[in-house]
Structure formats: C-alpha cells, structure tokens
C-alpha cells in the first residue's frame, strides 16, 4: 500500500512525538512538517478543523487527528509491517493494553495541571497524579515480571502512550516547583523509565531538557498571571 504519510507536529510536544516513534518503530517512511503553534498553518487549520491542534496525520491527503487515534489507524493499516506490531495478538492482553491506555490518557491530564495551575489547585493535581502514578506501579506493571515492556521484549502501544513521562515529567516538576518521584519512589515505574530511554530510536528522538524548559516555563508564567 503507498505510504504517502505527512506529520504536522511540533518539537515540544509529547504527542506529536507519540506518532513519530509508532512512524519509526514500524519502518514507515514519512514527511514530518513543523507548525509553528503560536501561527498555525493553512493546512494544520483544514486538517483539524475542530480542535486546530496537532499532531496530524495525513494519509494519500486523508488527514487523522489525535495522538491515539493516529496510532490505532496506524496498527489497523500496517499491523505487521517492519514485523512491528503495536498491540498483542491475544485478545485479552489486546483489551489490557487499551485498558492502560484509556486509564492513562484520562488520568494523566492531572499533571498537566501540576504546571499550569496556582497553590491550592496545583497541590490537588499533585495528589491526584500520585495516586495515578500508585495505580500504574502497582497494576499496570504487576504481570511484568520479566518483560521489558508491556507488549513482552519490544515497544508498544501501551508503552508509547506512557512514554513522554520519561522527559516531560521532570520539565512538569522543575516548572511547577514540585517533585513526584522521589529516588526509592515507584521503582518499577522508575526502572521502565530508565530502560525505555536506553532505546537507541527513543534516546535520540527526546528533545533536550533545556531547550524543552524554557517555552513551558513561558506557558506556566502567562498562565498564573492571567
């Protein structure tokens, strides 16, 4: 099938990053575009109309929006290719991973909030992205045991869909002034971390911790001052 694949996504944003590991780790070739979010394209604003947002995902001129959907689209359309495939074969670890999946994209829009709020509503965003966290150490790794990843001994969905606390989590601590992983915290948590940065294809595609800084430095200081 042609590929013909286009991403319109932004350096900074975790999300966009989701697509362009699932690109990668399935060996699909495809066109990245950078959108300048503070003057954002013709095409970016006809591609998604509705939330005007990347990443976006086009098709032979068919445009996907939303990091998990493009994903699914991904999988469905290519769910062998470069033997790589995102979800387990069996239909009940399948129906796990979407389960941790749709937990943590609910659940993790707690810390977003961590940076983007004041006192009283950051230390709730504090307290319910713990309990997340708690959740995720507990369950989400409890039939690891050994396995690398969720998916067995490869990166999946799953994975993916947790990946971008492995940077952005400690720009959310330094912006906000908080910290959630504590050294001996959630070490099985912190251990997938560690071996999910090892990577060679993530390592080199995590934007640098400086540069990711400062513009959300710039976002929590607009916000709290507004």
């Known amino acids: 099938m042609d590929q013909d694949l286009k991403v319109h ?3 900074a944003s975790p999300y966009s990053l989701r697509v362009i590991w699932a690109l990668k780790l399935k060996g699909l070739s495809y066109e990245y575009i950078e959108e300048d979010l503070a003057n954002k394209s013709d095409l970016l604003l006809k591609y998604n109309p509705i939330f ?11 445009p996907i929006c939303e990091s998990m959907v493009i994903l699914e689209y991904l999988e469905q359309i290519w769910p062998n290719h470069h033997d790589y495939p995102l979800l387990p074969s069996d239909p009940y ?7 941790w999946v749709n937990y943590f994209e609910q659940k993790s829009v ?7 709020t004041k006192r009283e509503e950051q230390e ?6 713990l309990e ?14 050994n396995n690398i990843f969720f998916n067995g001994g490869k990166i999946g969905i799953v994975d993916i869909t947790f990946g971008w606390i492995c940077q952005w989590l400690k720009i959310i601590e330094d912006v906000g002034g908080v910290k959630l992983l504590q050294e ?17 294809l993530i390592k080199e ?3 640098n911790h400086q540069k990711l800084f400062l513009p959300f430095k710039l976002a929590r200081d607009m916000l709290i001052s507004s």
């Open 124 to 129: 709730r965003a504090v307290k319910e992205s």
């Open 132 to 145: 997340m966290l708690k959740s995720i150490e507990e369950h989400a790794f409890k039939n690891q045991k």
């Open 184 to 200: 001996n915290s959630f070490p099985n948590l912190q251990d997938w971390m560690k071996k999910f940065k090892e990577v060679p």
């Open 52 to 62: 005007k947002k990347i990443p976006v995902l086009v098709h032979g001129g068919k």
């Open 93 to 99: 670890e399948r129906a796990m991973a979407r389960f």
């Open 205 to 207: 595609s995590l934007p």
């Open 110 to 116: 707690s810390l977003w909030m961590i940076y983007r």
């Open 9 to 11: 996504g932004s350096w």
